[in-house]
């Protein structure tokens, strides 16, 4: 049974950072394409990164440059830090197995998800 179990969520000042962990059970994220969304209260989920099993990786325009994904196989953990976080960076963020590698950025392209950690910047 696929399981992912976020942390790393907080409250946080502008300015400041946080590393978000999803640790995966029942799959080998070494040779699985992983993501993270977030969701926003009252939006949709938004696509924020993605790295593959070669690990390359991918970044919306609203986070590239201060967020970086990375995965640690011996964990079997991806890792979201944040830093530069903004107010509108406040949500709840997922990571999610992707099963598409040509729709990284789409939602549908991902099967099991995490049940989310809030993230809350104040201003």
């Known amino acids: 049974q696929v399981q992912l179990v976020e942390s790393g969520g907080g409250l946080v000042q502008a300015g400041g950072s946080l590393r978000l962990s999803c640790v995966a059970s029942?799959?080998?994220?070494?040779?699985?394409?992983m993501g993270w969304f977030r969701q926003a209260p009252g939006k949709d989920h938004e696509f924020v990164a993605a790295i593959d099993w070669r690990t390359n990786t991918w970044y919306s325009d609203s986070v590239k440059g201060r967020f970086t994904i990375s995965r640690d196989n011996a964990k079997n953990t991806v890792y979201l830090q944040m830093n530069s976080l903004k107010p509108e960076d406040t949500a709840t963020y997922y990571c999610?197995?992707?099963?598409?590698?040509?729709?990284?950025?789409?939602?549908?392209?991902?099967?099991?998800w995490g049940q989310g950690t809030q993230v809350t910047v104040s201003s």
């Open positions: 999610a197995r992707n099963t598409d590698p040509f729709a990284l950025f789409r939602r549908v392209a991902y099967d099991y």
């Open positions: 029942g799959l080998t994220i070494s040779n699985t394409n």
